[in-house]
């Protein structure tokens, strides 16, 4: 199974800033994908990304807002924009395994607080 | 993906079996059944997933009717640890996973 990481663990931001969300693999994966989860909520895609190509955005998640890099096989980054307290939530990276069985395995999260 | 149903909540007592039924009363032939836990503050777990035949590993086992409408996830000797929320999720062709409310369960000592 991959072993993921995620940085920062947890932040406060202030409102109508942006933070970027590192996400690093210590395998080479094809898929990356990146959820929310709102407090007291379920995940929620937010969007797939594949390295070589354009993000896929899940229906009410957009690129300005969540702009996604994907540079290579086991890194990728998730900024959220212009944060408002709306944007409260755990963000979680996950990487589908290589090995044929499509089993995900998910990053710790990290915990974003904008005040 | 098909749509599932799990209840909100469940306790079991440290050293029994959890029996955590999931309804997917839609799910269609090509469908897998899979199941993650989510320990208070971490990442999804996968525990485990199964097409149509029962399924047995080191963390559970999964038992699927035999219509495929309904699946039961088994942790046979519950511990405290075991204490999380467990989503019950139909995966089709689509790569990601579509996670609905999940279970509670709470082991108690």
């Known amino acids: 199974s991959a072993v993921i990481s995620q940085k920062p663990s947890r932040d406060i931001c202030q409102r109508g800033t942006s933070l970027t969300i590192q996400c690093q693999v210590d395998?080479?994966?094809?898929?990356m994908f990146w959820y929310r989860q709102q407090p007291g909520q379920s995940l929620t895609l937010i969007a797939t990304a594949n390295q070589g190509s354009e993000a896929t955005y899940e229906s009410g998640f957009v690129i300005d807002k969540f702009p996604i890099s994907r540079p290579n096989l086991t890194f990728s980054t998730l900024t959220v924009s212009n944060m408002s307290p709306e944007d409260s939530s755990i963000y979680l990276c996950?990487?589908?395994?290589?090995?044929?069985?499509?089993?995900?395995?998910f990053g710790p999260g990290t915990r974003l607080t904008v005040t | 993906d098909a749509k599932t149903t799990q209840p909100p909540s469940m306790d079991c007592a440290e050293g029994r079996a959890a029996n955590l039924p999931c309804n997917h009363s839609t799910i269609s032939g090509n469908e897998y059944v899979y199941w993650y836990r989510q320990i208070h503050s971490q990442g999804p777990q996968y525990i485990i997933h199964?097409?149509?035949n029962n399924e047995t590993n080191e963390m559970a086992s999964l038992i699927i009717t035999e219509d495929r409408k309904s699946s039961t996830l088994i942790l046979p000797h519950a511990t405290l640890r075991d204490t999380a929320v467990y989503y019950c999720i139909v995966r089709g062709s689509a790569r990601q996973l579509t996670f609905g409310s999940g279970t509670q369960l709470t082991v108690l000592p």
């Open positions: 395998s080479q994966v094809t898929m």
């Open positions: 199964g097409l149509k």
């Open positions: 996950s990487v589908e395994d290589q090995d044929g069985t499509y089993e995900q395995y």
